[in-house]
């Protein structure tokens, strides 16, 4: 069964970095036909998809956040990682990681929430 | 933009069926998937490519598409149905693109 994971501070200062880790379970990151991605849901908003990684480093995020987003892989843990700069209270949101075939995210982990504030 | 809208809410008694619909231009040209999340809960996929089911997806789900609208369809609607739906499409423009989720409400 394939489980997914996510970790990292759940507070954030403004301007600073956001950094969250999704850690992998029942299946190998490095399989060529998955796409792992991030997706996030402030508070009484909808999903917003961040970007997306394969395994060989290929990467494509959302135009509004391509400026601010990393996305990177560490295949010796089995984990992705997601790094936000300079956050505002705007990026206050659960962050769920996913594993995309295809097209659909057909895994997901739990979610993590994350605010934005002194 | 593309946009896709959603009912915010849906109220539904126990063994009726349930209709979800996902509204976006010409969405019927385009793949549309379907997940279920509960509160506290990993969101699930229900439905993918308009009506293909995962594996451990009851029956009861099934999903339409066509012309501006995709439609969820939850037959035989249980308690434990109740939750979160968000359709989802990819757009050459702004790739992985949701909706902004129906709640379910098993009366």
């Known amino acids: 069964q394939v489980q997914l994971q996510e970790s990292g501070p759940g507070l954030v200062k403004p301007s600073e970095t956001l950094s969250l880790t999704c850690t992998v379970s029942?299946?190998?990151?490095?399989?060529?036909?998955?796409?792992w991605g991030w997706i996030r849901q402030p508070p009484g908003k909808g999903l917003e998809w961040i970007g997306s990684?394969?395994?060989?480093?290929?990467?494509y995020f959302n135009p509004s956040l391509k400026s601010r987003v990393t996305i990177f892989v560490d295949t010796s843990k089995n984990q992705f990682s997601l790094k936000l700069s300079s956050v505002t209270a705007a990026d206050t949101a659960v962050y769920y990681c996913?594993?995309?075939?295809?097209?659909?995210?057909?895994?997901w982990g739990q979610g993590a929430l994350v605010t934005v504030s002194s | 933009s593309y946009v896709l809208t959603q009912p915010p809410s849906v109220s539904v008694a126990p063994g009726q069926t349930a209709k979800i619909t996902c509204g976006g231009n010409?969405?019927?040209?385009?793949?549309v998937h379907w997940y279920q999340r509960k509160p506290g809960q990993a969101p699930v996929l229900v439905i993918y490519?308009?009506?293909a089911r995962p594996s451990g997806i009851p029956e009861r789900f099934s999903g339409s598409n066509s012309g501006n609208t995709a439609t969820l369809t939850l037959s035989r609607v249980e308690a434990g149905d109740e939750a979160d739906y968000y359709c989802?499409?990819?757009?050459?423009?702004?790739?992985?693109?949701f909706g902004g989720g129906t709640k379910l409400t098993v009366l």
């Open positions: 990684i394969h395994y060989s480093g290929n990467t």
């Open positions: 989802q499409v990819w757009d050459s423009a702004n790739d992985h693109l």
């Open positions: 996913a594993r995309r075939t295809r097209d659909p995210f057909d895994y």
């Open positions: 010409n969405i019927g040209s385009k793949s």
């Open positions: 490519y308009d009506s």
């Open positions: 029942g299946d190998s990151i490095t399989s060529i036909s998955y796409y």
